[in-house]
């Protein structure tokens, strides 16, 4: 008697655990897959970012990222793709293509080389500018697959987002070239540039350094003897003395002098910054300004009135 209870019991169990594997394979099971597995979604955050390079062209930024994984599994994926907005405006989208393991319930930080081009940070700058705004939100959205037991292949997608100051970027502009310097080889010239920060903290520059080429036909370089301090939304004007590079071949003065229109001259000016804000502090800045030695002379000319 006690034989065909167990037997019976057996049974039931067997017929249920078919039902409910038949189920669990069934279409009509596939919605409360996914919310089963939605419910233990894993978590990305933003550990650090901080830019190391600025120039004309880019930006070039490495962010840590972590991401929490409270699956009961591993997660084992090739592959990370992320897309960063600054409010709402897509500057970043790339992939980070290396094999990613985080273990079950626990965490993992990825180190992520990024790169924004200018043109879609001058569109954010320009709204900043024109909007008045001194905050935004820095959000960043990522996804990856992996083959989840029981639940399948599946899409995970994650989504950070904070509010933090509007980062700016500083701006150097020549005020002033002595070009009667430039007649004479020895004597190298001096000019003054200046510095603009248009944030709301203060930045430091350090190890200053710029070279100023006249249509490759002569290059001076020089450094700056000291560090520089610049306030919030404002400037600081830096006196600098270049000096001849050697084998550099001196253009006609007189067609220098002469000819200001039609020769032209790159200035570049380079050096790392210090800062309160940790995106912008150690960063390194490089600021290529171009065009004709008259347009200078002009602007020293505006500058006097």
Same mark, same amino acid.
């Given at each position: 008697?006690?034989?065909?209870?167990?037997?019976?019991?057996?049974?039931?169990?067997?017929?249920?655990?078919?039902?409910?594997?038949?189920?669990?394979?069934?279409?009509?099971?596939?919605?409360?897959?996914?919310?089963?597995?939605?419910?233990?979604?894993?978590?990305?955050?933003?550990?650090?970012?901080?830019?190391?390079?600025?120039?004309?062209?880019? $930006?070039?930024?490495?962010?840590?990222?972590?991401?929490?994984?409270?699956?009961?599994?591993?997660?084992?994926?090739?592959?990370?793709?992320?897309?960063?907005?600054?409010?709402?405006?897509?500057? !970043?989208?790339?992939?980070?293509?290396?094999?990613?393991?985080?273990?079950?319930?626990?965490?993992?930080?990825?180190?992520?080389?990024?790169?924004?081009?200018?043109?879609?940070?001058?569109?954010?700058?320009?709204?900043?500018?024109?909007?008045?705004?001194?905050?935004?939100?820095?959000?960043?959205?990522?996804?990856?697959?992996?083959?989840?037991?029981?639940?399948?292949?599946?899409?995970?997608?994650?989504?950070?987002?904070?509010?933090?100051?509007?980062?700016?970027?500083?701006?150097?502009?020549?005020?002033?070239?002595? *070009?009667?310097?430039?007649?004479?080889?020895?004597?190298?010239?001096?000019?003054?540039?200046?510095?603009?920060?248009?944030? *709301?903290?203060?930045?430091?520059?350090?190890?200053?350094?710029?070279?100023?080429?006249?249509?490759?036909?002569?290059?001076?370089?020089?450094? *700056?003897?000291?560090?520089?301090? !610049?306030?919030?939304?404002?400037?600081?004007? !830096?006196?600098?003395?270049?000096?001849?590079?050697?084998?550099?071949?001196?253009?006609?003065?007189?067609? $220098?002098?002469?000819?200001?229109?039609?020769?032209?001259?790159?200035?570049?000016?380079?050096?790392?910054?210090?800062?309160?804000?940790?995106? *912008?502090?150690?960063?390194?800045?490089?600021?290529?300004?171009?065009?004709?030695?008259?347009?200078?002379?002009?602007?020293?000319?505006?500058? !006097?009135?």
């Amino acid at each position: 008697m006690r034989f065909n209870k167990w037997l019976v019991t057996l049974l039931v169990l067997l017929v249920l655990a078919g039902v409910g594997i038949w189920w669990w394979k069934s279409p009509s099971s596939e919605k409360v897959k996914e919310n089963a597995a939605d419910k233990v979604m894993p978590t990305l955050g933003v550990a650090s970012a901080s830019i190391t390079d600025i120039d004309a062209e880019r $930006i070039k930024l490495v962010s840590k990222v972590s991401i929490h994984n409270p699956l009961p599994v591993d997660i084992k994926t090739r592959k990370l793709n992320y897309i960063i907005y600054i409010d709402s405006v897509k500057v !970043i989208e790339d992939s980070y293509e290396k094999p990613i393991h985080i273990r079950s319930s626990d965490s993992s930080t990825l180190t992520l080389p990024m790169e924004i081009m200018a043109k879609p940070m001058a569109q954010v700058i320009k709204y900043f500018d024109n909007q008045k705004i001194d905050s935004a939100d820095y959000s960043v959205k990522a996804s990856f697959e992996v083959d989840v037991p029981i639940a399948g292949e599946r899409k995970f997608n994650m989504d950070f987002s904070k509010r933090l100051p509007a980062l700016r970027l500083p701006k150097v502009e020549v005020k002033h070239v002595d *070009l009667n310097a430039l007649a004479l080889k020895s004597k190298g010239m001096d000019m003054e540039v200046a510095v603009f920060n248009p944030n *709301l903290f203060p930045l430091k520059m350090r190890d200053g350094k710029f070279s100023f080429n006249i249509e490759d036909a002569m290059e001076m370089n020089g450094v *700056l003897e000291k560090n520089i301090s !610049i306030p919030a939304k404002g400037s600081q004007n !830096i006196s600098v003395h270049a000096k001849m590079t050697d084998g550099s071949v001196m253009k006609s003065g007189w067609k $220098i002098l002469t000819d200001k229109k039609d020769t032209r001259f790159t200035c570049k000016f380079a050096g790392e910054i210090e800062s309160e804000n940790k995106m *912008l502090e150690n960063s390194k800045m490089v600021s290529t300004i171009s065009g004709t030695l008259d347009e200078i002379v002009n602007t020293v000319k505006k500058a !006097i009135k």
